[in-house]
């Protein structure tokens, strides 16, 4: 049987080695544009339920581990991936409802209603997803239910048959072969799952209490420390030492900083000793790495009220968001990134503008505080990206208020919706004016490739740009204004001579005399269009264009 200890442990041993390879999840995105996060979607989504878990009671029951993982799933889901997640794995909280331990019935059953509820959220399923590796895994834990009573092999036999589905996406989704990959959420839900099943056979991961080491450069060196452990030496004190006395010895600095702190580490090479302790005197170890040679780089924080402020933080996140009065019968919630572009939204009736979009998609309960923040009876929620649409929805589903999600897939979209927006229509009617008018808009996107890539026929280098029209990739280039431009002429050909309006927002990324430069060949070249350029702000795309019809 698996107890409640189990489950416990086995979730956090899943989030703890998801984060470590989300990386590789991420990489395995078709497309190479800068967004490919997948893996830390998962990653995150899955923190949320380890957090929640990690003050659990051990003798808790598998029904109340179930729930609460489930319940920090659902709040903290990001991009489809991870509210995919999040519904399987709301599965198990229903199908172990009311159980101290769980045997190989109640894992079929919870297997099942989560994939049933995952399907049903996708408003197209697609074979050859994560959907696909749930369902296998699903089928198979039924089948071994009837075959064995030991819950254990019936999650390796899960375990096998996901990992197998897995294998087989690239033939069920051309898209996966071309590109040479194999379903990126899938991967993650098999790394979840074997994961899971290491735990359940006694050897789960535990949350380290040691200073977190990463490879940087030639050093490893101290990057994060824990904050779970006991603070007995209150300040973080770094510093490099660029070596000026050779006769002294690093291991006699790393002796001396032991008799005055912990956590010590002291990574050495020819040159340069980097240096990091915790100590309640930070000016004896400065002055200690003074006697070898000048300093740099010097750090000192203090972690008591590092702690404190972060334990406040994590109170106000953890209590209910609770909605505001309303004062007004609409109003809005916009997802962007990007001050102009925020701006934009604001200055057309945006109440509150979520940050996010590309690699940076918001949880189900950023909306949902979002949402409550808003003094209004009706929300609308404009996502903007394809991406977030279903943590929206998820945010729906939370939410006391009433609230209603415009499937805006762009931040062109998103505009063009809240300009079609009028305070004085009724709901249904402003619901179906500002889906038509977000319809209507051509978007297009100018960013550049992350990784080498082979898909849809074309090969892409890193560093290539990337035009996508409509979401989809148009063609590549070599540079970016000459691509903005290509783009915006197949963007005004696409509405057959009825543009009236094209609106260019320039990322962070661009200069002042660059969009200048783009901004006077589109205006020599494209005739009696009306355009309009403006600073975006936007992180990853070098423009976000939109090309719409005259009114």
């Given at each position: 049987?698996?107890n409640?200890?189990?489950?416990?442990d086995?979730?956090?041993s899943?989030?703890?080695t998801?984060?470590?390879?989300?990386?590789?999840?991420?990489?395995?995105?078709?497309?190479?544009?800068?967004?490919?996060?997948?893996?830390?979607?998962?990653?995150?989504?899955?923190?949320n339920?380890?957090?929640?878990?990690?003050?659990?009671?051990?003798?808790?029951?598998?029904?109340?581990?179930?729930?609460?993982?489930?319940?920090?799933?659902?709040?903290?889901?990001?991009?489809?991936?991870?509210?995919?997640?999040?519904?399987?794995f709301?599965?198990?909280?229903?199908?172990?409802?009311?159980?101290?331990?769980?045997?190989?019935?109640?894992?079929?059953?919870?297997?099942?209603?989560?994939?049933?509820?995952?399907?049903?959220?996708?408003?197209?399923?697609?074979?050859g997803?994560?959907?696909?590796?749930?369902?296998?895994?699903?089928?198979?834990?039924?089948?071994?239910?009837?075959?064995?009573?030991?819950?254990?092999a019936?999650?390796?036999?899960?375990?096998?048959?996901a990992?197998?589905?897995?294998?087989?996406?690239?033939e069920?989704?051309?898209?996966?072969?071309?590109?040479?990959?194999?379903?990126?959420?899938?991967?993650?839900?098999?790394?979840i799952?074997?994961?899971?099943?290491?735990?359940?056979?006694?050897?789960?991961?535990?949350?380290?209490?040691?200073?977190?080491?990463v490879?940087?450069?030639?050093f490893?060196?101290?990057?994060?420390?824990?904050?779970?452990?006991?603070?007995?030496?209150?300040?973080?004190?770094?510093?490099?030492?660029?070596?000026?006395?050779?006769?002294?010895?690093?291991?006699?600095?790393?002796?001396?900083l032991?008799?005055?702190?912990?956590?010590?580490?002291?990574?050495?090479?020819?040159?340069?000793?980097k240096?990091?302790?915790h100590?309640?005197?930070?000016?004896?170890?400065?002055?200690?790495?003074?006697t070898?040679?000048?300093?740099?780089?010097?750090?000192?924080?203090?972690?008591?009220?590092?702690?404190e402020?972060?334990?406040?933080?994590?109170?106000?996140?953890n209590?209910?968001?609770?909605p505001v009065?309303?004062?007004?019968?609409?109003?809005?919630?916009s997802v962007?990134?990007?001050?102009?572009?925020?701006?934009?939204?604001?200055?057309?009736?945006?109440?509150?503008?979520?940050?996010?979009?590309?690699?940076?998609?918001?949880?189900?309960?950023?909306?949902?505080?979002?949402?409550?923040?808003?003094?209004?009876?009706?929300?609308?929620?404009?996502?903007?990206n394809?991406?977030?649409?279903?943590?929206?929805?998820?945010?729906m589903?939370?939410?006391?208020?009433?609230?209603?999600?415009?499937r805006?897939?762009?931040?062109?979209?998103?505009?063009?919706?809240?300009?079609?927006?009028?305070?004085?229509?009724?709901?249904?009617?402003?619901?179906?004016?500002?889906?038509?008018?977000?319809?209507?808009?051509?978007?297009?996107?100018?960013?550049?490739?992350a990784?080498?890539?082979?898909?849809?026929?074309?090969?892409?280098?890193?560093?290539?740009?990337?035009?996508?029209e409509?979401?989809?990739?148009s063609?590549?280039?070599?540079?970016?204004n000459?691509?903005?431009?290509?783009?915006?002429?197949?963007?005004?050909?696409?509405l057959?001579?009825?543009?009236?309006?094209?609106?260019?927002?320039?990322?962070?990324?661009?200069?002042?005399?660059?969009?200048?430069?783009?901004?006077?060949?589109?205006?020599?070249?494209?005739?009696?269009?009306?355009?309009?350029?403006?600073?975006?702000?936007?992180?990853?795309?070098?423009?976000?264009?939109?090309?719409?019809?005259?009114?």
């Open positions: 049987m698996i409640g200890k189990m489950l416990k086995a979730l956090i899943a989030s703890l998801l984060t470590d390879m989300k990386k590789q999840v991420d990489e395995l995105n078709v497309y190479p544009v800068p967004d490919g996060d997948t893996g830390t979607n998962m990653s995150l989504t899955l923190t339920a380890m957090n929640e878990l990690r003050g659990t009671d051990d003798n808790a029951d598998v029904s109340e581990v179930a729930s609460k993982a489930a319940s920090a799933m659902l709040r903290g889901a990001r991009g489809n991936s991870g509210v995919i997640t999040s519904l399987l709301r599965g198990f909280s229903k199908g172990l409802a009311g159980k101290k331990e769980a045997g190989c019935d109640d894992i079929a059953n919870a297997l099942e209603i989560g994939v049933e509820a995952a399907y049903k959220a996708v408003m197209k399923p697609a074979e997803t994560i959907l696909t590796v749930a369902r296998v895994g699903a089928e198979k834990a039924r089948e071994a239910s009837f075959m064995t009573n030991d819950p254990i019936l999650w390796s036999d899960v375990c096998a048959a990992a197998e589905a897995l294998k087989k996406t690239p069920q989704l051309p898209i996966l072969k071309k590109a040479g990959v194999v379903d990126a959420g899938g991967k993650g839900l098999v790394i799952f074997e994961e899971m099943l290491r735990a359940f056979k006694g050897e789960p991961r535990s949350i380290s209490t040691e200073p977190k080491i490879s940087e450069g030639k490893a060196f101290t990057v994060e420390d824990d904050d779970t452990q006991e603070i007995t030496f209150g300040y973080c004190t770094e510093f490099i030492v660029n070596v000026a006395d050779f006769e002294k010895k690093p291991a006699d600095l790393r002796a001396y032991e008799s005055i702190g912990d956590c010590v580490v002291v990574v050495d090479d020819e040159d340069i000793i240096v990091h302790v100590t309640d005197n930070p000016g004896l170890a400065i002055e200690k790495g003074l070898y040679g000048p300093l740099c780089n010097m750090k000192i924080d203090n972690m008591r009220l590092q702690r402020k972060k334990a406040a933080v994590t109170k106000a996140s209590e209910k968001p609770v009065p309303a004062e007004k019968r609409f109003g809005f919630v962007a990134s990007g001050n102009g572009i925020e701006a934009m939204f604001r200055d057309l009736g945006a109440d509150s503008v979520v940050k996010g979009g590309q690699t940076m998609n918001p949880s189900a309960e950023d909306i949902l505080r979002a949402v409550y923040s808003v003094p209004a009876e009706i929300v609308f929620i404009l996502p903007n394809k991406n977030i649409i279903m943590a929206a929805e998820q945010a589903k939370l939410s006391e208020r009433t609230m209603y999600v415009l805006t897939t762009s931040v062109p979209q998103g505009l063009s919706a809240m300009m079609a927006f009028d305070p004085d229509g009724d709901f249904d009617t402003n619901r179906m004016n500002m889906t038509l008018a977000a319809e209507k808009v051509q978007s297009g996107l100018v960013t550049f490739a990784r080498d890539s082979s898909f849809s026929g074309h090969e892409i280098k890193s560093g290539d740009i990337l035009a996508l409509n979401g989809r990739l063609f590549i280039d070599r540079d970016a000459r691509a903005a431009y290509k783009l915006t002429r197949k963007l005004v050909k696409n057959k001579g009825s543009a009236g309006f094209v609106t260019v927002l320039y990322g962070s990324d661009v200069t002042e005399e660059k969009a200048q430069e783009l901004e006077r060949i589109m205006r020599s070249k494209l005739g009696n269009v009306d355009i309009n350029f403006v600073s975006g702000g936007q992180p990853v795309y070098y423009y976000v264009i939109s090309a719409e019809p005259e009114m």
